[in-house]
């Protein structure tokens, strides 16, 4: 079980929550942390709102990356398929979840930017 403090944070109206193809994290969360899924369900997920904006669009994260802010984040299968239950990450896992988080966020940014008049936050 998460500590109180952080389910806090996590159920707080007023903070709001990125993700990308978040219905796996979702699942993992719950099953790590006895966390029920429905502490995440005003999680906005860019996969979804990509979706919404343009029908056509892949929405795996280095594609809406490339689409919404021009540029091929690095993405290697060595960091991608390493340990992520490991009682320490890596340096580069670390780096690697840094990235996409500020990925998200920044396409994020950019998708309000283009819709400011959007459902989505």
Request: charged letters at 20%; glycine letters at 8%.
């Given at each position: 079980?998460?500590?109180?403090?952080?389910?806090?944070?996590?159920?707080?109206?007023?903070?709001?929550?990125?993700?990308?193809?978040?219905?796996?994290?979702?699942?993992?969360?719950?099953?790590?942390?006895?966390?029920?899924?429905?502490?995440?369900?005003?999680?906005i997920d860019i996969q979804i709102v990509a979706r919404a904006m343009d029908d056509d669009m892949?929405?795996?994260?280095?594609?809406?990356?490339?689409?919404?802010?021009?540029?091929?984040?690095?993405?290697?299968?060595?960091?991608?398929?390493?340990?992520?239950?490991?009682?320490?990450?890596?340096?580069?896992?670390?780096?690697?979840?840094?990235?996409?988080?500020?990925?998200?966020?920044?396409?994020?940014?950019?998708?309000?930017?283009?819709?400011?008049?959007?459902?989505?936050?």
């Amino acid at each position: 079980m998460l500590p109180d403090v952080l389910m806090d944070f996590f159920e707080d109206g007023s903070n709001h929550f990125l993700g990308n193809g978040w219905s796996s994290d979702s699942s993992a969360l719950e099953y790590s942390f006895d966390t029920p899924r429905e502490t995440w369900d005003d999680l906005i997920d860019i996969q979804i709102v990509a979706r919404a904006m343009d029908d056509d669009m892949r929405v795996g994260l280095r594609q809406t990356v490339q689409h919404y802010l021009g540029f091929n984040p690095p993405k290697g299968s060595q960091i991608t398929l390493g340990d992520w239950e490991a009682p320490w990450l890596s340096d580069a896992q670390i780096n690697y979840a840094v990235l996409d988080a500020l990925y998200v966020g920044e396409v994020f940014r950019k998708m309000r930017s283009i819709h400011p008049h959007n459902p989505w936050g």
